[in-house]
């Protein structure tokens, strides 16, 4: 079956420093992997490791310095004329929900201003509450004109997560989008975005430096180490045997709160 998303030894490479003492930091080297419809792929490393260089490369926020990223066959580029409708396939979820949600906008401006922008027809407001009732925060009607600020974390986090689902994506990024949030409600959201991306018939971008995490939403999983893939494979065979010894570090670190068998 062809990828839905190819990355081509793809690599970034960042500048400092002034034209003649000019620095170069190499965060993300030589990374290649398929996506599938319809796959949740963890991406697993340490801070630093260039995990979420290479997300913001994949929904096209920078451009890779060298490499392509081809989505059903055609490539990825900020400066492509297409730009718009690659932003619809490809949304992402950050980190932090605190700094992502402009708090100068209610709910329905961070939900909806991304809806018409894409050309959304009929009532905005109609859909928006839709959104909002599918991430579970019902009833709508009490979070629709609310500020960030009158919102919890992870409150907040499911707002973001309707934006992104909103303009109807086709492969959805989420970079380590319960590391901000305790725990139960960690898993809430991860049980949310499994239930959504089968709503949605999405494919599932998941970046954690979690081996537990990584195991309970994935199909596949990558471990990133220096900016590199030193190992990938399915999920059940990473967890069970695992090659590398960086992989066995991540593993030993990684609690499982669903217990060493239960995977959902």
Sequence with gaps: ??????VNRVSKVFESGSFLQKKKFSAVRDVSFTLHKGEVLAIVGESGCGKSTLARMIVNLIDPTSGEILLDGSQTSRKSKDR??????????????????????????????????????????????????????TPA?????????????????????????????????ADEPTSMLDVSIGIDIMNLMLDLKNDYDLSLIWITHNLGSARYMSDRILIMYGGQIVESGETEQIISSPQHAYTRTLLDASPNPWGREEKR
């Design 84 to 137: 718009k409708a690659v932003a619809k396939d490809l949304q992402m979820i950050f980190q932090d929900p605190f700094e992502t949600m402009n708090p100068n906008y209610r709910v329905q401006d961070v939900i909806g201003r991304p809806l018409q922008l894409h050309g959304e027809q009929g009532d905005i407001r109609k859909k928006v509450l839709g959104l909002l009732a599918q991430v579970g925060l």
């Design 1 to 6: 079956m062809k990828p839905l998303l190819q």
């Design 141 to 173: 009607e009490d979070y629709i004109d609310k500020y960030a600020s009158q919102l919890s974390g992870g409150q907040k986090q499911r707002v973001m997560i309707a934006r992104a689902l909103g303009i109807n994506p086709r492969v959805l990024v």
